[in-house]
């Protein structure tokens, strides 16, 4: 007896879902559409011109990412509106922090059986990122892998690329001891310590769904309200406060000789924060070495700058304060300070060194 022929769909991937969902994200990727790129799907490869975006002598500057066990969440809830938001983000707060500007995404969706509608809505997200950054979606890759991941899982990862004219990298070089620190609000949790999240959630016996909108918000872009402060020279560095939160990340950007010395009681802590550390009863230097406790973005700029800058943030549509200083001492960050019931109402030190 014969055998039947088999085809792609017989073994799980239908190549007929992948084509109508690349036609129907189109217009999507059109919609990021900047100088410098048309945005227009299809080719093998997106093609950027950086001097149609008015760069003379650009050092191009990458990031990569993921968007991590949030999306186990955002599966869970059936709600996928806001995790491509946090794909790009994590890419292009990256590039800001070294003064680039985000010129274009690429993104990877990658499934066991693909939804078109779960995908088309993740890409619609990460193009409203992009919008937020400023970038163009100029491609990506769809991939439909049977026996890779469970039921209704699918994984994202991005791309980003964006330029800063030669000369004005910022590398932690301008960075110098009586400068203060200015830490821009987070929009919640953002896309990092959800593999504790959703451990203290188990744990805890907290209901998901009841603070499921919250855990979802999507990770804030700070590209917009920082770009023209970065190029006016009013910003020394930039620290994007993600795994490692305050502690680890905030070291990065210094130079050696300089420490940051952040006070916790400069900004209330958040509500959802608060949450989890009294779900999982997480200590003080666990939840700012893993959270970013309210703060997603820190900005060192010169002690004579500091009210312009937080002033231009606010006018920018941010919640910006200043929240520490830069002293002269081994490269790390010290954290302390009485900040309520999340350092037991009394002062506590968390120290990281570089």
């Given at each position: 007896?014969?055998?039947?022929?088999?085809?792609?769909?017989?073994?799980?991937?239908?190549?007929?879902?992948?084509?109508?969902?690349?036609?129907?994200?189109?217009?999507?990727?059109?919609?990021?559409?900047?100088?410098?790129?048309?945005?227009?799907?299809?080719?093998?490869?997106?093609?950027?011109?950086?001097?149609?975006?008015?760069?003379?002598?650009?050092?191009l500057?990458?990031?990569?990412?993921?968007?991590?066990?949030?999306?186990?969440?955002?599966?869970?809830?059936?709600?996928?509106?806001?995790?491509?938001?946090?794909?790009?983000?994590?890419?292009?707060?990256?590039?800001?922090?070294?003064?680039?500007?985000?010129?274009?995404?690429?993104?990877?969706?990658?499934?066991?059986?693909?939804?078109?509608?779960?995908?088309?809505?993740?890409?619609?997200?990460?193009?409203?990122?992009?919008?937020?950054?400023?970038c163009?979606?100029?491609?990506?890759?769809?991939?439909?892998?049977?026996?890779?991941?469970?039921?209704?899982?699918?994984?994202?990862?991005?791309?980003?690329?964006?330029?800063?004219?030669?000369?004005?990298?910022?590398?932690?070089?301008?960075?110098?001891?009586g400068d203060?620190i200015?830490?821009?609000?987070?929009?919640?949790?953002?896309?990092?310590?959800?593999?504790?999240?959703?451990?203290?959630?188990?744990?805890?016996?907290?209901?998901?769904?009841?603070?499921?909108?919250?855990?979802?918000?999507?990770?804030?872009?700070?590209?917009?309200?920082?770009?023209?402060?970065?190029?006016?020279?009013?910003?020394?560095?930039?620290?994007?406060?993600?795994?490692?939160?305050?502690?680890?990340?905030?070291?990065?950007?210094?130079?050696?000789?300089a420490?940051a010395?952040?006070?916790?009681?400069?900004?209330?802590?958040?509500?959802?924060?608060?949450?989890?550390?009294?779900?999982?009863?997480?200590?003080?230097?666990?939840?700012?070495?893993?959270?970013?406790?309210?703060?997603?973005?820190?900005?060192?700029?010169?002690?004579?700058?500091?009210?312009?800058?937080?002033?231009?943030?606010?006018q920018?549509?941010?919640?910006?304060?200043?929240?520490?200083?830069?002293?002269?001492?081994?490269?790390?960050?010290?954290?302390?300070?009485?900040?309520?019931?999340?350092?037991?109402?009394?002062?506590?030190?968390?120290?990281?060194?570089?």
């Amino acid at each position: 007896m014969a055998k039947k022929p088999l085809t792609y769909a017989d073994a799980g991937v239908s190549i007929a879902a992948g084509n109508a969902l690349v036609k129907a994200i189109g217009p999507l990727a059109r919609s990021t559409a900047r100088p410098g790129a048309d945005a227009e799907l299809g080719g093998f490869g997106g093609v950027f011109d950086p001097k149609a975006a008015g760069f003379k002598d650009p050092l191009l500057v990458a990031a990569n990412d993921g968007v991590g066990t949030k999306l186990k969440l955002a599966i869970d809830l059936d709600n996928h509106a806001g995790v491509g938001i946090d794909l790009v983000a994590m890419c292009a707060n990256d590039l800001i922090v070294q003064g680039a500007e985000p010129l274009f995404f690429l993104d990877y969706f990658a499934t066991g059986s693909l939804r078109p509608d779960i995908a088309e809505a993740v890409v619609e997200s990460i193009a409203e990122g992009c919008k937020q950054a400023g970038c163009a979606l100029i491609g990506g890759e769809t991939a439909e892998m049977p026996g890779m991941y469970a039921e209704g899982d699918y994984d994202l990862a991005g791309f980003c690329v964006g330029a800063v004219e030669r000369g004005e990298l910022l590398d932690g070089s301008k960075v110098a001891p009586g400068d203060v620190i200015v830490g821009i609000a987070s929009s919640g949790v953002h896309s990092n310590g959800f593999s504790l999240v959703r451990r203290i959630i188990a744990d805890s016996g907290l209901d998901l769904h009841d603070h499921g909108e919250a855990l979802l918000r999507p990770t804030r872009i700070y590209v917009k309200p920082l770009l023209p402060l970065v190029r006016d020279g009013l910003v020394h560095g930039l620290s994007h406060i993600t795994g490692g939160g305050l502690l680890e990340n905030v070291p990065r950007v210094l130079p050696e000789g300089a420490r940051a010395e952040i006070d916790v009681a400069t900004w209330d802590f958040p509500p959802l924060f608060q949450l989890l550390q009294d779900g999982g009863a997480v200590a003080p230097e666990e939840m700012a070495r893993t959270f970013n406790c309210g703060i997603g973005m820190v900005a060192i700029v010169a002690e004579a700058d500091a009210d312009a800058v937080v002033a231009r943030l606010e006018q920018a549509g941010e919640q910006a304060r200043v929240i520490g200083t830069i002293v002269a001492g081994q490269r790390g960050c010290t954290v302390s300070g009485a900040a309520g019931s999340w350092a037991s109402s009394k002062d506590w030190t968390a120290s990281h060194d570089a």
